[in-house]
């Protein structure tokens, strides 16, 4: 029988492994979802190079995992900053010269109150599990006039929020509380935690909405 580990270990592990694995995500409802490995640990797409465009400096990527956007942003001159919970995946954002700390995003962030944009790509506004409460934690880190820009599932996703552990051949973790949020929902979501839409654009098949 395996032995649930720290999903933030696993997830490090998986980065590091010598190819990308095939893992996914289970969620408490029984779905379960791809973990889009190669992508993140590519280069970067049509949709990522459109997102740092976007992005006012200075930049907060939230959940930058392995930091491949600080690249696209470092490209453009835009100051950034990664954080993100697996210290592997913060290891290896440093190796490649990509600024990013080990944080949590609810506790101590540097820059508070300075960012001009924080970015929530690869599904972490699901961080936490409570999109709006990350939504509002994150309006708190903004300066004035600040914008998020958010990756969303498509048209037609059921908002979820609950659990979902990794899995990766015979290993697992242990269950740690996630949300999903489709564009349908996005606007609900963003009034409840006092903020407007701005824009929602599909770009290269994935789904982005700026918030403010």
């Known amino acids: 029988m395996s032995v649930a580990v720290c999903p933030f270990a696993l997830f490090g592990a998986l980065i590091e492994a010598p190819r990308p694995a095939k893992a996914r995500a289970l969620r408490d409802d029984g779905t379960r979802l791809p973990l889009h490995l190669d992508r993140w640990l590519g280069p970067n797409t049509a949709a990522d190079e459109a997102v740092a465009d976007a992005a006012v400096g200075p930049v907060l990527d939230v959940g930058c995992g392995p930091g491949r956007l600080l690249d696209a942003l470092s490209a453009r001159g835009k100051w950034a900053l990664g954080v993100d919970l697996s210290p592997i995946a913060v290891r290896h954002a440093r190796r ?3 600024r990013a700390v ?4 609810f506790k101590d962030i540097p820059g508070t109150g300075d960012w001009r944009t924080a970015v929530l790509l690869d599904g972490n ?3 936490g599990g409570d999109p709006a409460a ?3 934690r994150l309006a708190g880190l903004l300066a004035e006039g600040g914008q998020i820009i958010t990756e969303l599932e498509g048209p037609g996703a059921p908002a979820h929020a609950g659990h979902i552990r990794l899995e ?7 269950w740690f509380p996630w949300a999903h949020l489709g564009v349908d929902g996005v606007d609900a979501v963003a009034d409840t935690a006092d903020l407007g839409v701005q824009d929602v654009a599909v770009i290269d098949g994935r789904w982005f909405a700026w918030l403010g």
């Open 102 to 105: 080990l944080a949590d995003v």
């Open 134 to 136: 990350l939504l509002v």
């Open 125 to 127: 506004i699901g961080i």
């Open 96 to 98: 490649h010269g990509r």
């Open 168 to 174: 990766a051949g015979e290993t697992t973790s242990h």
